[in-house]
């Protein structure tokens, strides 16, 4: 084959392989962002390499784009993190603990861009690929477009259109299953549960962030 049909081919293969790229981007944007707030249930797991699970804890959050949310921890133990858009509270009650730290700190991490719907910031990090659709499932893997990452590979499952789990894999093999149910879109949810003040009594440590 001649030097011209091979730069051909790979002109070609890179110019579908954009346009993918970018139809994914599209599409994982419209389902993420099209819902101003999202509330769930979770469970969530670590996979041992077998897939059997391990680790096992339990609660519900509630969040409203573009930056606040409230997560809480029921079990194995209590925590509390929320988001007021300015600051990130982290509330261990059994260690009598908060840690206040700015909320830019985190806003750039992975799983904070796909549950705050930014779809653009991941496209920059992400090779976004849409894998899947049958029925009413559709599925997106995320891979690192360069070295420096946490996450070797993020899978997204949408079912009717919503999202309902999450796979993370981390760059030590280690992979975390969330599985999200009793979904409640567009709820209107209480101001009050994006604010938090320290409970009386308890340790406040002020991180100041990267």
Same mark, same amino acid.
């Given at each position: 084959?001649?030097?011209?049909?091979?730069?051909?081919? @790979?002109?070609? /293969?890179?110019?579908?392989?954009?346009?993918?790229?970018?139809? +994914?981007?599209?599409?994982?944007?419209? /389902?993420?962002?099209?819902? &101003?707030? #999202?509330?769930? $249930?979770?469970?969530?797991?670590?996979?041992?390499?077998?897939?059997?699970?391990?680790?096992?804890?339990?609660?519900?959050?509630?969040?409203?784009?573009?930056?606040? #949310?409230?997560?809480?921890?029921?079990?194995?133990?209590?925590?509390?993190?929320?988001?007021? =858009?300015?600051?990130?509270?982290?509330?261990?009650? !059994?260690?009598?603990?908060?840690?206040?730290?700015?909320? !830019?700190?985190?806003? $750039?991490?992975?799983?904070?861009?796909? /549950?705050? =719907? &930014?779809?653009?910031?991941?496209?920059?990090?992400?090779?976004?690929?849409? @894998?899947?659709? +049958? =029925?009413?499932?559709?599925?997106?893997?995320? /891979?690192?477009?360069?070295?420096?990452?946490?996450?070797?590979?993020?899978?997204?499952?949408? &079912?009717?259109?919503?999202?309902? $789990?999450?796979?993370?894999?981390?760059?030590?093999?280690?992979?975390?299953?969330?599985?999200?149910?009793?979904? $409640?879109?567009?709820?209107?949810?209480?101001? &009050?549960?994006?604010?938090?003040?320290?409970?009386?009594?308890? !340790?406040? @440590?002020?991180?100041?962030?990267?």
């Amino acid at each position: 084959m001649s030097n011209y049909f091979k730069g051909a081919m @790979i002109g070609a /293969l890179f110019s579908i392989s954009t346009a993918l790229h970018a139809a +994914a981007v599209d599409r994982l944007s419209e /389902l993420l962002t099209r819902h &101003k707030s #999202f509330g769930a $249930e979770f469970e969530q797991y670590t996979l041992s390499e077998e897939g059997a699970r391990q680790e096992h804890s339990t609660g519900e959050f509630v969040l409203e784009r573009p930056d606040r #949310f409230d997560w809480r921890t029921h079990t194995p133990y209590e925590q509390r993190i929320v988001s007021d =858009g300015h600051y990130i509270w982290v509330y261990d009650p !059994d260690l009598e603990q908060v840690t206040r730290k700015p909320a !830019d700190d985190q806003s $750039e991490s992975a799983p904070a861009l796909i /549950l705050n =719907g &930014k779809v653009d910031a991941l496209s920059t990090r992400f090779d976004i690929r849409q @894998i899947e659709e +049958a =029925g009413n499932r559709e599925v997106f893997e995320l /891979l690192p477009m360069t070295d420096q990452r946490s996450f070797e590979r993020i899978r997204l499952l949408f &079912k009717d259109e919503v999202l309902s $789990e999450l796979l993370l894999e981390d760059s030590l093999g280690q992979r975390t299953a969330i599985l999200l149910n009793g979904i $409640e879109l567009d709820a209107n949810p209480d101001p &009050k549960r994006f604010t938090f003040t320290p409970p009386e009594g308890v !340790d406040l @440590i002020l991180d100041p962030g990267v």
